[in-house]
Nanobody
Framework: VQLVESGGRLVPPGGSLRLSCAVS????????MSWPRQAPGKERELVAS????????TYVDSVKGRFTISRDNAKSTVYLQMNNLKPEDTAVYYC????????WGQGTQVTVSS
């Protein structure tokens, strides 16, 4: 099983990023996926999640209206579109999912700073 995140980088406040997570090793379309993040000195936080066919999405309050989670089951890829980024969004963003959300990616660093 592999979950490989990409797209993290340094971006100024107000900027946008799209994170991607390419999945292999399990039947992607059958399982929910999520994006947790962890900032230095803070507890890990679940940012967004999406059900297997995208029929339901959830977001932490701090990103509602700014972030959008989506998936392409044909490509076994889940995305996180992040708009109007704020310094407090700085964190390592992970991709998580599969049976019982058991699998994690290695993480991608997002830094929001001028």
């Amino acid at each position: 099983v592999q979950l490989v995140e990409s797209g993290g980088r340094l971006v100024p406040p107000g900027g946008s990023l799209r994170l991607s997570c390419a999945v292999s090793g399990f039947l992607f379309s059958r399982f929910g996926m999520s994006w947790p993040r962890q900032a230095p000195g803070k507890e890990r936080e679940l940012v967004a999640s999406i059900r297997s066919f995208g029929e339901r999405t959830t977001y932490v309050d701090s990103v509602k209206g700014r972030f959008t989670i989506s998936r392409d089951n044909a490509k076994s890829t889940v995305y996180l579109q992040m708009n109007n980024l704020k310094p407090e969004d700085t964190a390592v963003y992970y991709c998580k999912g599969g049976p019982d959300y058991a699998y994690w990616g290695q993480g991608t660093q997002v830094t929001v700073s001028s």
